[in-house]
């Protein structure tokens, strides 16, 4: 199953059972799910949360963690009838790193306890200076670096909440990148260590493609993570980008992408149903950042690499709006947006969610169709 | 008086331009106590009134305070409240937000707008060259001149030029519009600076603006304000004329007992 002709009419019958199947599994699954996350109270808070007000605040008690749902059956679907060693296993490998980093985020937000305040780099300096035990002294001085990383990467979370923060989360992404860079280079072959330029061929990049794919990764995972702030709107977009990709798989006679992405198509269009406004669940970042990393995994496999910011178009604008914003902010003292990521700057421009939910849609839908078309040269 | 656009920014600090609502004066903040590093200068006592307006609007949404609506407009005016009770509530809300403006951002913003209308000049444009230390700082000065536009850059002798020391007498018929009085290390421990700017010499008065707080005005009173010197004796200093703001007269008058107690009190013209 590894790979057939292009276009072929068996791979894409396959992939439309695959997605049928996927469709129903989830739809049976999403009542159960939304039940058990009920039950075990993994709803939303108001807690440091300032979209919750007026018309809003009806998505206090919404259950999170409906990813759950995507991630299950893409998961079980895929182990039962798609199951590669060469192809399948790292993808999903990777999606289930970081989708437990987003579970547990995601519970901690919930039901953890405020984490202790970072010491600054300041804090840490003075303690180099006036620690009495010269052991302290030096542990102090080496952990210098450290503190700065911590304090670098606070910078970009917003408030330091109860869940994992932005250094720790940046750690164990950058490992889910690494094991994905680790196949990609040493298992998958020369081949795979090439980026395909619409056309032009494409670009040798040898070990390059490590830190490449290592980047790429983390920074998808954390723009789906950003752009699931509105009902409907992660979900839907990463619909039509894995439809998008599945196309291209199918065109490319990828069979073993060509049936994961349509599992996560059928699987994201169950979710996207119970999704829309009023949301029955909310993805959560057990979902967002497991579905980032298995979209630029999928795009990179498929040596779609360049395209990626097509395929993941609003999440990279999404993610791209807070770039600008914190730089703005930290550099200039200035707001660029009325607030990030860009869907909150709509929201203060007086747009309701659904308008921004649905261009957000149409604008991502466009960029994709682009993708495909490029992706065919 | 100052020119039309910058009569225009002092009016806004003076009325800031909440949708709907009138007579919100500017509160004053200093971020030296909270020390706010790499902020949005609207929480650090730097920011334009729209800034300021703006800022308010978001932590209020943010922070489910109900103030303002994502439209801007204030919640409160449909409460039938009385004005001056909304006014003071708003203002307490600006307050405990820490937004406000303090003198040497109310300067620097007033200052440029001036400037820029009066001699086509922009201040921050020079940045780089303020007198602010590292060459770090004056990158630093570059990206964020508000900021670092401060009491002691401004009574800086390569950013303004003296003109006299304000405890000797001195021709007060030189002053012009957009001079400013500076006063170093004053306050109660000789550790804060300030500045006046000059809005207007009249029928022998001089008209400052500035951004202070006075401790007679409590937590919730202090802001941008008007102040005048009525020069009776112009044979004498500044500091012997008749200082006059909020209907307090000099020793009452805590501007003047800041400019009394200054270390250095000045009267400069800025360099351009």
Known sequence: MMSCNPFSPQLLDQALLYLICSAV???????????????????RRADYDFTLQGER??????PIMGGLLVIIVVTVITLLFNWERTYTYVPIGAMGISALLGAADDLMNIFGRHRRRRRSIAQTWTLVKVHHNIFWRIYYFLSLPWAAFRELTGMLGSHPGKGIQVHEKLILQFLAGAVV????YFKLGSHWQTINLPFDGEIMLGWWIIPIIIFLVMFTANAVNIADGLDGLAGGSLLITFFGLTAVSWTDGRAAFTLLNATVVGALI??????????????????????GTLLAVNAIAINKTLLIPLFGFIFYIEAISVIIQVISRRFFGKR????????????????????????FWLVHLFFVIIGVWLSLH | MLSPKAEKLINDYFNLPFKGLSNIRCPYFNNARRRGRGQLRALIGKGTPTEIVEEAKILSI???????????????????????????????????????????????????????ETRNIDIFSRAFSWPVGTWIRRIIAKLRPAENLS????????????????????????????DILTMLETGPQNKRNHILIVEGIDA??????HARAWSVEGQYGHGVSHGEIEILTPERSLLDQTWEELGKLNDTNETYLEAKNAKVFEVRRIKL
């Open chain 2, 62 to 116: 943010q922070y489910h305070y109900d103030f303002f609506d994502f439209d801007g407009r204030c919640k409160l005016c449909g409460e039938s409240k009385d004005a001056n009770e909304i006014t003071a509530q708003v203002r307490k809300f600006l307050i405990d937000n820490d937004l406000g403006i303090d003198c040497s951002g109310f300067a620097a913003h007033v200052l440029r707008a001036y400037f820029r």
């Open chain 1, 25 to 43: 599994g989830a739809f049976v699954l999403a009542p159960i799910l939304t039940k058990i996350l009920y039950k075990y109270k993994v709803t």
């Open chain 2, 204 to 209: 022998g008065k001089i008209s400052y603006i």
């Open chain 1, 270 to 291: 169950a979710y996207t149903y119970f999704n829309i406004k009023p949301a029955r669940f909310q993805m959560g970042d057990v979902g967002s950042l497991g579905l």
């Open chain 1, 181 to 184: 860079a680790w196949w990609i």
């Open chain 1, 336 to 359: 660029f947006f009325k607030m990030a990521p860009l869907h909150h700057h709509f929201e203060f421009r007086g747009w309701n969610e659904e308008k921004i939910v649905m261009r």
């Open chain 2, 151 to 178: 009491v002691r850059v401004l009574a800086n002798n390569k950013f303004s030029e003296l003109i006299s020391d304000g405890r000797k007498p001195f021709d007060y018929a030189q002053l012009k519009p957009g």
């Open chain 1, 57 to 62: 605040a009806q998505k206090v008690g919404t």
